[in-house]
């Protein structure tokens, strides 16, 4: 049996909460994905470097929490979607569900030249110093560039 047919019952198996985060994230990766394909850098960084809604910014407990949610559907919504989604849409993404709950993330571009792989780039997006996602490989990249700047 393919794997995408278990999909439906592994989803409503979630609680409301997740089943919603996994459809925001779905929608958010997506729509990185046809960004990078249409837009160019100067356009998107103006989309990087927009303030967070207003709203109440959680406490400590709760930032963990939303990291750890944001993460989770990011991860998981990237696994499911048709094509590879590479850390660039996926750390759009994340800093956009973040900044849609008022909170503040940084979006960091960086470069490297690795043995096995030679020059290449990495997106990675952090919560302060606390890692949303992409941020396991960061320490391998100089950074570039971070949004907002």
């Not at 709760?62 to 991860?75: G, H, K, P, S, Y």
């Not at 989604?85 to 503040?104: E, K, L, S, V």
């Not at 571009?109 to 396991?136: R, S």
Request: glycine letters at 8%; proline letters at 6%.
């Amino acid at each position: 049996m393919p794997r995408w047919t278990k999909l439906p019952g592994k989803f409503l198996r979630q609680s409301a909460e997740r089943r919603k985060l996994l459809v925001e994230a779905c929608l958010y990766l997506i729509c990185a994905r046809l960004m990078l394909l249409l837009l160019s850098f100067r356009q998107l960084t103006r989309f990087f470097n927009r303030s967070p809604a207003k709203g109440i910014v959680p406490a400590s407990p709760e930032r963990a929490r939303l990291r750890q949610d944001v993460r989770w559907a990011i991860t998981r919504a990237a696994e499911h979607l048709p094509g590879e989604t590479a850390c660039f849409p996926r750390g759009i993404a994340a800093q956009a569900m973040f900044r849609r709950r008022g909170c503040h993330a940084t979006l960091y571009y960086g470069a490297a030249t690795l043995p096995q792989k030679g020059l290449t780039a990495h997106v990675w997006v952090l919560d302060g110093t606390e890692g949303i996602v992409g941020h396991q490989a960061a320490k391998d990249y100089r950074i570039i560039a971070h949004f907002p700047g």
